[in-house]
C-alpha cells in the first residue's frame, strides 16, 4: 500500500518561500485564499489580534507567519524539521514553532481561540484522531478551520496527477488518494470531536491567464490564485465551532 511522501518537506529550505518550478509554490499561491478565509473567520467570530492560534502541520509558516504579524499570538506545530527552522528565520517574537504530533498535542484543553488543519488531513492515518486532538484542545466558543481534498474521481485527476502540469519538479506520491476525506466524513469526526462544521466552500485554480501562463511554461505564475466554489468536487475548506460557550 502506497503511503503518502511527506519526508521531502525537510529539504525545501528556502524553496517554501522562493521558485517558481517546485510543487511547494502551489502550496504558496493557495496560501492567499487560505489567508483571506481565515481572516474572514476570525473577524466573523470576534476572534480579534492577541488571540491564540495553533497551526498544525504548519510548515515553513505560509499561513502562521502572516498570522502573527497581524498580532496573533500563534504557534506553529510540524514533524518537518527543516520547515521549523525556514520559518523561525522569520519568526516575530510572538511566533512560536516546534515539532509536535498532531495526534498528540502538547497542549492544555481548551487553551486556544482557533486551531487551524490547512493542508495535513490528506497526509495523516489517522485524521479523525487529528481532528479530535484539535477539538480538544480549542476553547469553547472557539473554531477549528480546515482544508483537505474530497474522495472523487475528478480529486484524484487533479490533486494526484494534474498538477504536474503546472509544475516541473513534484515528488512522487505528495498526494494518495485512499486518503482523500469526503466532506460527510470529516463532518462526522468533527461531531464527534465536539465540533459543529458551521461552512464547508470548494476550492479550485482560478482559470484565468495566470493558470494559462503556468500550464504553458509548467511553472507557477506570480498571479496564480484559488477561488471559491460551489463544487466539493476536488478541495474544500470549511469552519468548525466548539459547543459549550
Same mark, same amino acid.
Given at each position: 500500500?502506497?503511503?503518502?511522501?511527506?519526508?521531502?518537506?525537510?529539504?525545501?529550505?528556502?524553496?517554501?518561500?522562493?521558485?517558481?518550478?517546485? /510543487?511547494? $509554490? *502551489?502550496?504558496? %499561491?493557495?496560501?492567499?485564499?487560505?489567508?483571506?478565509? !481565515?481572516? #474572514?473567520? @476570525?473577524?466573523?467570530?470576534?476572534?480579534?489580534?492577541?488571540?491564540?492560534?495553533?497551526?498544525?502541520?504548519?510548515?515553513?509558516?505560509?499561513?502562521?507567519?502572516?498570522?502573527?504579524?497581524?498580532?496573533?499570538?500563534?504557534?506553529?506545530?510540524?514533524?518537518?524539521?527543516?520547515?521549523?527552522?525556514?520559518?523561525?528565520?522569520?519568526?516575530?517574537?510572538?511566533?512560536?514553532?516546534?515539532?509536535?504530533? /498532531?495526534? $498528540? *498535542?502538547?497542549? %492544555?484543553?481548551?487553551?486556544?481561540?482557533?486551531?487551524? !488543519?490547512? #493542508?495535513? @488531513?490528506?497526509?495523516?492515518?489517522?485524521?479523525?484522531?487529528?481532528?479530535?486532538?484539535?477539538?480538544?484542545?480549542?476553547?469553547?466558543?472557539?473554531?477549528?478551520?480546515?482544508?483537505?481534498?474530497?474522495?472523487?474521481?475528478?480529486?484524484?485527476?487533479?490533486?494526484?496527477?494534474?498538477?504536474?502540469?503546472?509544475?516541473?519538479?513534484?515528488?512522487?506520491?505528495?498526494?494518495?488518494?485512499?486518503?482523500?476525506?469526503?466532506?460527510?466524513?470529516?463532518?462526522?469526526?468533527?461531531?464527534?470531536?465536539?465540533?459543529?462544521?458551521?461552512?464547508?466552500?470548494?476550492?479550485?485554480?482560478?482559470?484565468?491567464?495566470?493558470?494559462?501562463?503556468?500550464?504553458?511554461?509548467?511553472?507557477?505564475?506570480?498571479?496564480?490564485?484559488?477561488?471559491?466554489?460551489?463544487?466539493?468536487?476536488?478541495?474544500?475548506?470549511?469552519?468548525?465551532?466548539?459547543?459549550?460557550?
Amino acid at each position: 500500500m502506497t503511503g503518502v511522501n511527506n519526508a521531502f518537506y525537510d529539504d525545501l529550505g528556502e524553496r517554501w518561500f522562493e521558485g517558481d518550478d517546485h /510543487a511547494i $509554490a *502551489l502550496l504558496r %499561491a493557495e496560501s492567499h485564499i487560505k489567508r483571506d478565509y !481565515l481572516r #474572514d473567520v @476570525l473577524g466573523r467570530h470576534g476572534i480579534a489580534p492577541g488571540a491564540r492560534v495553533l497551526d498544525v502541520a504548519c510548515g515553513a509558516g505560509l499561513v502562521a507567519l502572516p498570522l502573527a504579524e497581524r498580532g496573533y499570538r500563534v504557534d506553529g506545530i510540524d514533524l518537518s524539521e527543516g520547515s521549523l527552522e525556514a520559518a523561525r528565520r522569520r519568526a516575530p517574537d510572538n511566533a512560536t514553532f516546534q515539532v509536535g504530533d /498532531a495526534t $498528540a *498535542l502538547q497542549a %492544555a484543553d481548551d487553551s486556544y481561540d482557533a486551531v487551524l !488543519l490547512f #493542508d495535513m @488531513l490528506e497526509h495523516v492515518q489517522r485524521p479523525a484522531r487529528v481532528i479530535a486532538e484539535a477539538g480538544r484542545v480549542v476553547r469553547p466558543g472557539g473554531v477549528v478551520l480546515f482544508n483537505t481534498f474530497n474522495q472523487t474521481p475528478l480529486a484524484w485527476l487533479v490533486a494526484v496527477h494534474g498538477f504536474r502540469f503546472v509544475v516541473r519538479e513534484a515528488p512522487d506520491h505528495i498526494h494518495v488518494w485512499r486518503l482523500f476525506i469526503p466532506p460527510s466524513t470529516l463532518e462526522s469526526y468533527a461531531e464527534s470531536a465536539g465540533l459543529a462544521v458551521e461552512e464547508i466552500v470548494g476550492v479550485r485554480p482560478r482559470l484565468d491567464g495566470a493558470f494559462a501562463r503556468s500550464l504553458r511554461q509548467r511553472r507557477v505564475d506570480p498571479g496564480f490564485r484559488f477561488t471559491t466554489t460551489r463544487s466539493l468536487a476536488v478541495g474544500y475548506m470549511g469552519v468548525a465551532v466548539k459547543g459549550g460557550e
